[in-house]
């Protein structure tokens, strides 16, 4: 099963951090069996400059994590029939050095305890509580430091309709940064591992990574890295892109 890796939407909003180009991004595994808990989550953590995998299922998390490591998981206690705190353990058993933290709609003392007793972080209501994202940054901060970098660049939608060729389909331009972007597409099909973006007006063509994807009700998602050969052809295309919006 594939994922669709959802980029930061717009520049973070941690102030310090707002011009800097050269800090690091962190990949969190989001999980919630609640739609608009979890959507509500992944644009909080998006818009503050993470790179959210978004699932919402016990099974969805265990297949995700068998296929990547990411800097932080966070898992709402309540996973249908199973519970964050079983995920928070088979991650720890698979990957001791990735933080975990387990949410849950209000205080519970007895999960908090149990989160506790594994070496969990326990948050309860994470969006209404202002200790919810400093504690993700911590965490994913800490991780970071020890991990690959990866750079961390604002992501900016695409307004309106923006059509490219990309893996020899058409697709539409969600949004976009100086290291990648997310493309829809209206059909269901194999997306290959690298592939060529095709940008108009001048129809420059660059090369592309596929990170994740995942099939929704009537298209296909795909969030993809520019190749390091590419970034320089790239860059000019989003800053093009960014002072036609501007002058909007």
Same mark, same amino acid.
């Given at each position: ?18 011009n ?7 990949l ?7 739609p ?28 995700l994590?068998?296929?990547? =490591? *990411?800097?932080?998981? #966070? ?43 594994y ?14 994202? *400093?504690?993700?940054?911590?965490? !994913?901060?800490?991780?970071?430091? +020890? ?11 695409? *307004? ?5 060729? !990309? ?6 331009l ?12 209206d059909? +269901?099909?194999?997306?290959? +591992? =690298?592939?060529? #973006? =095709?940008?108009? *007006? ?44 501007? !002058?909007?």
């Amino acid at each position: 099963m594939d994922f669709l890796l959802h980029f930061p939407a717009s520049a973070p909003r941690i102030q310090a951090q707002q011009n800097s180009e050269l800090d690091m991004s962190a990949l969190v595994v989001l999980v919630n069996a609640d739609p608009r808990a979890l959507r509500h989550l992944e644009a909080l953590l998006s818009e503050d400059g993470y790179l959210v995998a978004a699932v919402d299922s016990f099974r969805e998390a265990r297949e995700l994590l068998d296929s990547v =490591t *990411p800097d932080l998981l #966070i898992a709402d206690v309540r996973l249908e029939r199973f519970n964050g705190l079983q995920l928070a353990i088979r991650s720890h058993f698979e990957h001791p050095d990735v933080p975990v933290i387990v949410t849950h709609h209000e205080e519970d003392p007895v999960a908090e305890a149990e989160a506790k007793r594994y070496g969990v972080s326990f948050i309860a209501a994470p969006l209404e509580n202002p200790a919810f994202l *400093p504690g993700v940054r911590s965490l !994913a901060d800490s991780r970071r430091h +020890t991990q690959r970098p990866m750079r961390r660049w604002p992501r900016k939608s695409v *307004p309106g309709v923006f059509e490219v060729s !990309a893996a020899a389909g058409r697709a539409q331009l969600v949004d976009m940064s100086y290291g990648g972007l997310r493309l829809a597409f209206d059909h +269901t099909s194999d997306i290959p +591992t =690298t592939f060529d #973006i =095709t940008l108009p *007006p001048l129809d420059v063509v660059v090369q592309a990574n596929r990170i994740w994807t995942r099939e929704d009700s009537d298209r296909l998602s795909c969030g993809a890295e520019v190749v390091k050969a590419a970034e320089d052809d790239w860059r000019r295309f989003v800053d093009t892109m960014r002072r036609g919006t501007a !002058a909007l």
